[in-house]
């Protein structure tokens, strides 16, 4: 096939798709509607009880700041910082993985990175920074400097048996195109900011989901190897995806489809 | 029988007399249809859903609610109530297993 | 849809679909009431007319990101005295197996007319609102629902 020919074909099907999202998506009444449902989130609840549990194991928000080093006062902006490299731990640590070393701390078996307990905790714990802007300072050191790049490189990398990369359904070029009737997200603070809005509630799970549990069901549905919770890797990705959504307004719970 | 995990929100959060607030009462709960399997097990899930919902502001039943299998998960009741004086807004609802709970928010009216 | 009305078909004919097949069991799933969308604005309106009104506003998105979860918000333009209150607010659906989802039963302390919640529709349908007047009168508003089924895991 001649090369004119081919661009004439791929550009007549492109068109196609896009009128076929646009009989599919939503107006702005309908994502309004959505946007209000914010107000009543059922996650409200889990986060409310993430409060109690922490209160339960460690007796609140000063048990935490003293652990993370910080005056009460400086707790949100520190949130805001995750993930982040600690001395204590050696590594970069997402907020569940911090949260595991506090229950450990203070004699409790710490609950696991995939439970639902764990989910409360730390939503409750990031919603604690609501209102503060991200601010993850990638050249702070270089563990995070380090860990960043890998997740840059993670994201950018296509896998699995289709060769997909994150970057192949959430990069610049194809942003706003309609994949199975959904359009595809920006997910930097140029658009849903994602570090900002997760943990949030997931309407399709009925529950309080994070933001790497995310990654794991997307990873498995584009049929690539799942990076385990908790690992370099996929802390490293989270770095490398809260770096993206800087300097947005942390919101939590979030509330998705 | 579980406690369920449930909230009760005010909008706006500061009111006086006579306002007319926006009340919204959220619970954890399945709302089996009764159509559902479980994944794993493939037992088809039993129908649980809550079959009714009453608001009472002191004592007094302002809302009455019934309610099918039909709701979403976690379901979300937002209803408008007249504060008329400090007291007790109350929330109680029962399942069609017989599973009944309650509760409850201080309504402080200011000024 | 086309499959959701292959499986109303399996359920119908459950009886026969268990007896040739044992692998189709699971057609003796049940959904725990079966109202038709007739016969729950029956039940409601007990026979009388609901006639359409521009102080009925039903709130529903004309395209819902996922069926599990429709918001649905009602509001009536209703002075919410003793003389003259809405008595009721129901949702139906037009073609869920149960029809109803919600009856509010309202009282002049509600202050306003409004009540707002979340569905499941099991796939494009109408929703409706079925207001019962503190006169007698019934009134009703109705909108289409289209399901989208999609979008990443």
Known sequence: MKPGIKIVLSLALLSSLSFGGESFAMSDADRAMYTEMLENNPADILVESGNELLEELVGGDAALAAFYKVTEDDLAKYIAGFPRYIEDFKQVVTISQSLQGLMHKHGHKPFKLKSAKMFELSSYVKSIANGENINIDINANKHIKKSYAMGENNYMTPRGGRGLACNSCHSDAVIGTVLRTQPLPDLSSKGVAVAATWPAYRMTKSSLRTLPRRFQGCMKNALLKVIPLGSEEMVALEVYLTHQAKGSEIAIPGLKR | MAKRKSLIKIKPKKYKDGDIVKVSFMVMHPMETGTRKDKK??????????????????????????????????PVFTTYMKINGKGNLTVNYTDNTGEANEKSKKIKPKG | MKRRDFFKHLGSAAVVAATVTPTMSFAAAKQANTIS?????????????????????????????????????????????????????????????????????????????MLATRVKLNGTQDVSAVIALSNGEFLIATQGVKVTIGGCG
């Open chain 2, 41 to 74: 097990t493939k037992q088809v899930l039993p129908a649980k859903y809550i079959n009714n919902v009453k608001f009472a502001y002191n004592g007094k039943v302002i809302t009455t609610l019934n309610v099918w299998e039909t709701l979403s998960t976690n």
């Open chain 3, 37 to 113: 969308y007739k016969n729950a604005l029956d039940a409601i309106t007990g026979g009388k007319s609901a006639k359409t009104s521009k102080s009925v506003h039903l709130k529903v998105p004309e395209i819902a990101e996922n069926g599990a979860v429709v918001p649905v918000t009602i509001t009536v333009d209703s002075p919410m005295t003793d003389a003259d209150y809405v008595k009721a607010i129901h949702i139906l659906v037009s073609k869920n197996g149960n029809a109803r989802c919600l009856d509010a039963h309202l009282t002049p302390a509600n202050g306003k007319a």
